[in-house]
RNA sequence: GCCGGGAUAGCUCAGCUGGUUAGAGCGUCGGAAUCAUAAUCCGUAGGUCGGGGGUUCAAGUCCCUCUCCCGGUACCA
């Protein structure tokens, strides 16, 4: 039986304990995305699967330090997330959860066929178990002292002070992050895998992929060079998929283990919808399946090694067939990715741009091979020099001119001349060159060669002349104008994965419906001469410098976000700083200034008077008798030949300017620190 | 510390196993055109390919070394 080949696309499941920003966006799901909608439109036999990871301790965390339930967490960043999904149209097949009860039974399945084949391997271990929250305490969630340094808040994993890596059990003092109790020490059984096992297995199948990624083999390489190491599968948590066992009561599946799961959870589950319940089966276990794991970088080892190590050691399934991992993306220096959670987040930013703009600059910019560089004046750059200029105005001048030149009907075609043919037979070679690109994963090629083709086409438009034609030639006027519009098909076609939005809208204006969305139409004709064309609309509307503007600051506003600043000092640094309460006893206008105000401050015993440029924001009459904050060692300075002997602490933002003062009673001269 | 990756025109990036004058888009500057969102089309200028050393007839491309950036991992026990 010959049957035609299947694609089986995935996305990693991002967790749902946070909204998913342009990061995860670029990394994960735009380029399957791109790809799966390529393949319908050629007609494959392709699935998009996807969902949200519900399970683990950064989960849990989150409910407790919110003070919600881990089911109020999760569905608040599920529902948000494919909300968004929708928003930017990244359209799955199926956007699951792993607390749907389906993707219990299978993941437990999987477990127990693992155990079954006594491929599981028991070891019992020390761990911190807190008998005030009654559960065993993950790594990150210990703060103690460092045994190293002496820090009194280093974390159970690594101290952030002096950078050592640590072991929950060796902290000083050691206690809940969350609750603050105190933990004991106690004795935990996990199941693990031998990953070490299956080393050479895995390496052999890796090392023999000649179509993956270079930076993909890479990560891989680093991985088996250090040698695989075994890992537990098993965790002391109540929120998880439960260990099928008896006698393991409170111990559920990691979620690492369980997560990539997911995936064959979901494809079940889409079929069920779709009323075929067994057809699933096709795409896991069919030879002809190509399974396809879009990612990023950060989430490479476990697709490329620890999920194709349970695939092997379960053996029904297919392994993957290829891995397209981005690098990833920074925003002007900061780091954006699944561990560090800052960024500027896929619901907020859909809100201030067109999705399609948004979707078309981070294709053109994709960490490919490296990781890129996004700031918001991209997107005023590529809509106003690209997606405007070149696409939408060719759109746009062809559908005016028809308007007005020929009652806004499609014209007939006659004869085709060279420059006809030669434009027609270039939008098909580019349609093949495409093709190739997104066959190989290389989407920012794919896109400039999909622009390349609007690029012909206002050459053609150009070259052409109609606005001549149609006064001395209105037959060959009608031609050109024909094949330009056929060509604004062709153009929705081939940008219709990148851009859907604005493909429909093409469809619109020409009136046509999208049973020729095809990609072997592209360079074809399929328009009927004489129809009337829909309402033409602008498809990119200049982004102007004020918007771009808009967006910058309402983005730093609202993220409230740790972000590590660029320059870190030690706490020696900061210790040279004296900070003091101080008093203001006097306060006055310093005449003739536009800003300044001259304050009398009493600081312990002594008195000290300092200029401050904050007439602006308060006047005299309201800063006397208030505790404020001052450096008292900074060096003297004159302001308008005024003595000043310290500077007040205030915080600033977009011209608001608010004094720091101290909450309650205090004695002046006490250290701030 | 160790392993891996990166450093190429003003900006964002391509450059496979070493081989003619190092490329693209945007931006710059000049010209053409005027149907079109002052959009288009044609042309121009711009780089000691992070620094230094080496191999070679020939190196952005291989080797050594240094600087800076990014990941991973370790030093604890």
């Keep these: 039986m010959q049957n035609k080949t299947k694609y089986l696309v995935t996305a990693a499941l991002p967790t749902a304990n946070n909204y998913i920003h342009i990061g995860h966006l670029v990394g994960s799901y735009l380029t399957p995305d791109i790809y799966v909608r390529y393949r319908k439109l050629k007609n494959d036999d392709v699935i998009f699967i996807s969902?949200?990871?519900?399970?683990?301790?950064?989960?849990?965390?989150?409910?407790?330090?919110?003070?919600?339930?881990?089911?109020?967490?999760?569905?608040?960043?599920?529902?948000?997330?494919?909300?968004?999904?929708?928003?930017?149209?990244?359209?799955?097949?199926?956007?699951?959860?792993?607390?749907?009860?389906?993707?219990?039974?299978?993941?437990?399945?999987?477990?127990?066929?693992?155990?079954?084949?006594?491929?599981?391997?028991?070891?019992?271990?020390?761990?911190?178990?807190?008998?005030?929250?009654?559960?065993?305490?993950?790594?990150?969630?210990?703060?103690?002292?460092?045994?190293?340094?002496?820090?009194?808040?280093?974390?159970?994993?690594?101290?952030?002070?002096?950078?050592?890596?640590?072991?929950?059990?060796?902290?000083?003092?050691?206690?809940?992050?969350?609750?603050?109790?105190?933990?004991?020490?106690?004795?935990?059984?996990?199941?693990?895998?031998?990953?070490?096992?299956?080393?050479?297995?895995?390496?052999?199948?890796?090392?023999?992929?000649?179509?993956?990624?270079?930076?993909?083999?890479?990560?891989?390489?680093?991985?088996?060079?250090?040698?695989?190491?075994?890992?537990?599968?098993?965790?002391?948590?109540?929120?998880?998929?439960?260990?099928?066992?008896?006698?393991?009561?409170?111990?559920?599946?990691?979620?690492?283990?369980?997560?990539?799961?997911?995936?064959?959870?979901?494809?079940?589950?889409?079929?069920?919808?779709?009323?075929?319940?067994?057809?699933?089966?096709?795409?896991?276990?069919?030879?002809?399946?190509?399974?396809?794991?879009?990612?990023?970088?950060?989430?490479?080892?476990?697709?490329?090694?620890?999920?194709?190590?349970?695939?092997?050691?379960?053996?029904?399934?297919?392994?993957?067939?290829?891995?397209?991992?981005?690098?990833?993306?920074?925003?002007?220096?900061?780091?954006?990715?699944?561990?560090?959670?800052?960024?500027?987040?896929?619901?907020?930013?859909v809100k201030k741009f067109d999705p399609d703009v948004i979707r078309y600059t981070l294709t053109s910019i994709l960490p490919e091979n490296k990781d890129s560089e996004f700031e918001m004046k991209d997107l005023q750059i590529r809509n106003n020099s690209e997606l405007a200029a070149i696409l939408g105005n060719f759109i746009n001048r062809t559908v005016v001119f028809t308007k007005t030149k020929f009652e806004n009907k499609i014209p007939e075609r006659g004869e085709l001349e060279t420059a006809d043919k030669e434009v027609l037979n270039f939008v098909k070679s580019q349609s093949v060159l495409i093709s190739e690109h997104l066959d190989n994963f290389k989407f920012r090629d794919a896109l400039f060669e999909a622009m390349n083709v609007a690029r012909a086409a206002n050459k053609y438009f150009n070259d052409s002349e109609p606005w001549k034609l149609i006064k001395d030639n209105k037959k060959r006027c009608e031609t050109v104008i024909n094949i330009c519009l056929e060509i604004c098909h062709s153009i929705a076609i081939l940008m219709s994965p990148f851009i859907p939005f604005t493909a429909d809208k093409i469809l619109k204006t020409l009136?046509?419906?999208?049973?020729?969305?095809?990609?072997?139409?592209?360079?074809?004709?399929?328009?009927?001469?004489?129809?009337?064309?829909?309402?033409?609309?602008?498809?990119?509307?200049?982004?102007?410098?004020?918007?771009?503007?808009?967006?910058?600051?309402?983005?730093?506003?609202?993220?409230?976000?740790?972000?590590?600043?660029?320059?870190?000092?030690?706490?020696?640094?900061?210790?040279?700083?004296?900070?003091?309460?101080?008093?203001?006893?006097?306060?006055?206008?310093?005449?003739?200034?536009?800003?300044?105000?001259?304050l009398k401050l009493k600081v312990g015993d002594s008195e000290k008077q300092i200029v401050s440029g904050i007439s602006e924001h308060y006047k005299p009459e309201d800063l006397i008798g208030k505790l404020i904050v001052v450096v008292d060692n900074l060096k003297p300075s004159k302001l308008m030949g005024i003595d000043s002997h310290g500077m007040l602490l205030a915080a600033k933002q977009n011209g608001e300017l608010k004094i720091v003062t101290i909450d309650g009673e205090i004695d002046t001269g006490a250290e701030v620190s």
């Design 51 to 349: 969902g949200s990871d519900e399970y683990g301790t950064a989960i849990e965390m989150a409910a407790l330090s919110q003070n919600v339930t881990p089911k109020e967490i999760i569905d608040r960043y599920h529902f948000s997330n494919k909300k968004a999904f929708e928003e930017i149209g990244i359209e799955f097949d199926i956007f699951s959860r792993t607390s749907n009860e389906i993707h219990h039974k299978t993941a437990q399945e999987f477990f127990l066929n693992l155990y079954n084949k006594n491929i599981l391997v028991q070891k019992t271990e020390k761990q911190l178990f807190s008998n005030k929250e009654q559960r065993f305490l993950a790594d990150r969630y210990v703060i103690g002292t460092c045994p190293v340094c002496g820090y009194e808040e280093a974390r159970g994993d690594e101290c952030p002070n002096c950078g050592s890596n640590l072991s929950p059990l060796e902290l000083i003092n050691p206690r809940s992050k969350i609750t603050g109790d105190t933990p004991v020490v106690k004795e935990a059984t996990h199941f693990y895998f031998p990953l070490e096992k299956y080393q050479e297995k895995l390496s052999e199948w890796i090392f023999s992929k000649t179509n993956w990624k270079q930076n993909v083999i890479n990560y891989c390489k680093g991985w088996f060079k250090a040698g695989l190491r075994d890992r537990a599968i098993t965790r002391d948590l109540d929120w998880g998929v439960k260990v099928p066992l008896e006698g393991y009561d409170g111990k559920v599946i990691y979620v690492w283990v369980e997560a990539p799961v997911g995936y064959i959870s979901a494809t079940k589950e889409l079929f069920i919808e779709r009323n075929q319940p067994h057809k699933w089966k096709e795409y896991w276990q069919g030879e002809n399946t190509k399974l396809i794991h879009f990612l990023g970088k950060d989430n490479v080892v476990f697709h490329a090694i620890i999920f194709p190590a349970m695939l092997m050691a379960h053996g029904d399934f297919i392994l993957p067939d290829n891995i397209p991992a981005n690098e990833f993306l920074n925003i002007k220096g900061e780091k954006l990715s699944k561990s560090k959670d800052n960024g500027i987040l896929v619901k907020d930013i």
């Design 511 to 598: 009136n046509k419906d999208k049973s020729d969305l095809k990609w072997d139409k592209a360079g074809e004709f399929v328009l009927k001469a004489g129809t009337e064309l829909g309402n033409n609309e602008i498809l990119f509307p200049q982004i102007e410098d004020k918007q771009i503007n808009e967006a910058v600051n309402t983005e730093e506003q609202t993220d409230v976000k740790t972000v590590v600043p660029e320059n870190v000092i030690s706490i020696d640094d900061f210790k040279k700083v004296n900070l003091k309460v101080a008093k203001v006893i006097e306060c006055e206008a310093v005449p003739k200034s536009k800003k300044l105000l001259k």
